[in-house]
């Protein structure tokens, strides 16, 4: 923050600059970090340590006092709010990725609320901003400000002002136009607390579980044990691993976030072909659980026009952008094509041996 009684850098936008064309929105890129502005949200700093605080103990609880059947109870809430933000807000939502009949809306809806990330259409909003502005400042989680802020200061601060600016820039019609996400929205601040707090609080004392162990369990560190893997993405999967399909983006293919987050963490090819259904290149399940779960739900017609990119073109980049790191041997490669996996032995040859 700038003294005060100073002027504010240059750069910065007042919210009545914002233009209502890209091309006339005058902001100069900021010279260096140091001279960004923050505007640190003292509520949400303090609500997020009181999470983590909680979650601390509610981790404490969870592996010595807690019931079995509370466990898996918090592990299922685990997997439903987490499909919610994979399988919902990322890939059906904010890419595209696929289509889905009314049904699985509402169900990706009722997880993604559970997920207690704001709702889709904000979600959206900024994670489409995400991949327009990769790495500049109208990126909400821009990664060159480093591991804290791209992780959770993003939102302990008030938005960059190129992002305000840019923001015109996004179509949100499809979305908007979306009944299931306009009600979501709408109700967001009664449906939340209902499916991310108080039904997980309530449920396990339905097999005896205490008030205080389900909510500490299976609200508080649950929920903050999700939003955590999920910004891993943000900072983690843009940092440490390779950079098989474009050396030239932070973006990275990392297995032990993929793990975490049902398969969202072969980040490097998902900024490259941000479309594909998969989020990575391969079909393998085990690092992917949200494959499992889009592929099942078309297996029964929920959903359809499963988008994904052909392997000939995948090998193009890789030869062309590729940091040579794209290699067959480790995947989880038992449904890769053969000719996949040539081309792949062609481009590392050294590797071959
Ligand atoms: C959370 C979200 O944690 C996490 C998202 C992670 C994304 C990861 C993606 C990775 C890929 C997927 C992997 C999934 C893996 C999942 C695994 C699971 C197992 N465009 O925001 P405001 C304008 S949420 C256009 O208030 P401030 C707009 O006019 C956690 N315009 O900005 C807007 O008004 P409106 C819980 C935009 O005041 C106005 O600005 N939630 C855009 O600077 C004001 O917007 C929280 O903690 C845009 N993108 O405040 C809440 N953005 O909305 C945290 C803004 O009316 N947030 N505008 O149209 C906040 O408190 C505030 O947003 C703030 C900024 C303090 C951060
Ligand atoms: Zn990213
Ligand atoms: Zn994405």
Redesign the pocket.
């Known amino acids: 923050m700038p003294p005060q009684g100073q002027s504010p850098p240059s750069w910065v936008l007042e919210e009545s600059d914002a233009a209502t064309d890209d091309k006339d929105v005058a902001v100069p890129v900021p010279p260096s970090a140091e001279k960004r502005k923050l505007?640190i949200?003292w509520r949400?700093v303090i609500?997020?340590l009181l999470l983590h605080t909680g979650a601390v103990y509610g981790g404490y609880l969870f592996f010595t006092k807690a019931m079995w059947a509370t466990k898996f109870f918090a592990i299922f809430l685990?997997l439903c709010?987490?499909l919610g933000?994979?399988a919902g807000?990322?890939r059906l939502w904010a890419h595209k990725s696929y289509k889905a009949r009314l049904p699985l809306r509402i169900l990706l809806t009722l997880f993604n609320t559970m997920?207690?990330?704001?709702s889709v259409l904000?979600?959206a909003?900024?994670?489409?901003?995400?991949h327009k502005y990769s790495e500049t400042d109208a990126d909400?989680?821009n990664a060159t400000r480093g591991f804290f802020f791209s992780h959770v200061g993003?939102?302990?601060?008030?938005?960059h002002p190129q992002?305000?600016a840019k923001?015109?820039t996004?179509d949100m019609s499809d979305l908007c136009s979306d009944p299931v996400l306009r009600f979501q929205k709408k109700y967001y601040l009664t449906l939340m607390p209902i499916f991310c707090f108080i039904l997980p609080t309530y449920i396990p004392t339905l097999w005896g579980e205490s008030l205080w162990n389900a909510y500490f369990v299976a609200a508080i560190f649950r929920y903050c044990y999700?939003?955590n893997?999920?910004?891993l993405?943000?900072s983690a999967a843009h940092k440490w691993g390779d950079r098989p399909y474009d050396k030239n983006i932070n973006p990275v293919e990392t297995k032990p976030v993929s793990l975490?987050?049902?398969g969202?963490g072969f980040h490097n090819y998902?900024h490259v072909f941000p479309w594909d259904y998969k989020t990575a290149e391969l079909g393998g399940y085990s690092l992917n659980i949200t494959k499992l779960f889009i592929d099942t739900m078309a297996k029964i017609g929920w959903a359809y026009d499963l988008k994904s990119v052909s392997p000939d073109i995948v090998e193009k980049r890789v030869k062309r952008t590729g940091d040579g790191s794209h290699e067959v041997w480790g995947w989880d490669d038992k449904d890769v094509p053969p000719e996949q996996k040539a081309a792949a032995t062609i481009i590392n040859p050294e590797k071959t041996e």
């Open positions: 505007d949200v949400n609500l997020f685990y709010s987490g933000i994979t807000a990322h997920a207690f990330q704001d904000d979600w909003r900024d994670h489409r901003m995400h909400p989680h993003w939102l302990l601060v008030r938005k992002i305000k923001g015109h996004i999700v939003l893997v999920t910004w993405v943000n975490v987050v049902f969202e998902h």
